[in-house]
């Protein structure tokens, strides 16, 4: 069964240091999205893609963070600086379209845990 | 603004019980439903997920959920628990801002005891 990989699954990093998470979804999927959730929440959308625009940022902080598509498949979700408030799980999700119903079909990857120290 | 809320932290159950975990939203049109499950250290898992129709929907693992527009709900039910159920299960809606999106609860972490 395909899945969305990520890479690393565990990252420690002291605040202001820059790290990078990449996430390879499952082939095929135009729709990629990068999530953010802290310990005791529910994820929260940072940014979507459709193919490799940006079609949703808007909760992304861009003053620090960034994320590309450059080729529509894998993608980079990059911190820099790292602040201390930014360990959370970080998780990639992929699906077949933007559009509903398929917005709910999304698939996860297992994760990126980050520990700002 | 459209949110979803579980108002349960954590729910523990004995093994062989049953289960219920609650879910109420707020979204002006009909919505589009969805319960996840997360087991710990990994991603997300699609349990079930409701649009229209029939309002009581079956989803994998024998978890099924029922939409009640009137109370705002659509809560997750299972007949008897397994152990390996215990996990971390969100409900999530649906939504179209900029495109669509999932909109999560905080989650209902669940234990089983033996």
Sequence with gaps: EAEVAQSPRYKITEKSQAVAFWCDPISGHA?????????????????????????????????????????GVDSTLKIQPAELGDSAMYLCASSLTAGAPAVGTQYFGPGTRLLVL | AQSVTQPDIHITVSEGASLELRCNYSYGATPYLFWYVQSPGQGLQLLLKYFSGDT???????????????????????????????????????????????????????????
């Design chain 2, 56 to 114: 009581l929907v079956q989803g994998i693992k024998g978890f099924e959920a029922e939409f009640k527009r009137s109370q705002s709900s659509f809560n997750l039910r299972k007949p008897s628990v397994h152990w390996s159920d215990a996990a971390e299960y969100f409900c999530a809606v649906g939504r179209m801002d900029s495109s669509y999106k999932l909109i999560f609860g905080s989650g209902t972490r669940l234990l089983v005891r033996p």
């Design chain 1, 31 to 71: 729709t990629l999205y990068w999530y953010r959730q802290i310990l005791g929440q529910g994820p929260e959308l940072l940014v979507q893609f459709q193919d490799e625009s940006v079609v949703d940022d808007s909760q992304l902080p861009k003053d620090r963070f960034s994320a590309e598509r450059l080729k």
